[in-house]
C-alpha cells in the first residue's frame, strides 16, 4: 500500500514537498515513480527513481526543477518540487514496481497510491 502526503496549494515559485510511504517489507527492492494527471490530459511521469543504484529519471518538463529522492529506512520515497508552475497543477500519485524499470512511464508501475492533489495558483 502506497500513501501520499504533502500536497496542497502553492503559488508560482514556490515549493513543495511530496512524500510516500509504503507498507510491508522489502521497499529497498522497488523501484518507485511519481506521476501526475491534469484534468483532460493523460497521466505523464513526473520522476522515477531506480531500485538499483538509486538512477534518476526526469522529463524535460520537470528536470532542474523537481528531485526525487528515497530513505528505505523509512519505506518513503519524496519529491522535491521547486519553482512550481501553473501547469504543474495536476493529481500527483506515486507508483512502485518491483526491479529496476526500464522505461519511466505508467504503464510499467503495477502499485500505485490514491492520488494527491498539487495546485499551484496565484
Known amino acids: 500500500r502506497l500513501v501520499e502526503s504533502g500536497g496542497g496549494l502553492a503559488q508560482p515559485g514556490e515549493s513543495l514537498r511530496l512524500s510516500c510511504t509504503a507498507s510491508?517489507?522489502?521497499?529497498?527492492?522497488?523501484?518507485l515513480g511519481w506521476f501526475r494527471q491534469a484534468p483532460g490530459k493523460e497521466r505523464e511521469e513526473v520522476s522515477c527513481i531506480s531500485s538499483k543504484d538509486d538512477e534518476t529519471y526526469y522529463p524535460d518538463s520537470v528536470r532542474g526543477r523537481f528531485t526525487i529522492s528515497r530513505d528505505n529506512d523509512k519505506d518513503t520515497v519524496y519529491l522535491q518540487m521547486n519553482e512550481l508552475r501553473p501547469d504543474d497543477t495536476a493529481v500527483y500519485y506515486c507508483a512502485a514496481r518491483v526491479g529496476v524499470f526500464n522505461r519511466c512511464t505508467a504503464n510499467s508501475f503495477g502499485y500505485w497510491g490514491q492520488g494527491i492533489q498539487v495546485t499551484v495558483s496565484s
Open positions: 510491508g517489507s522489502t521497499f529497498r527492492y522497488y523501484s
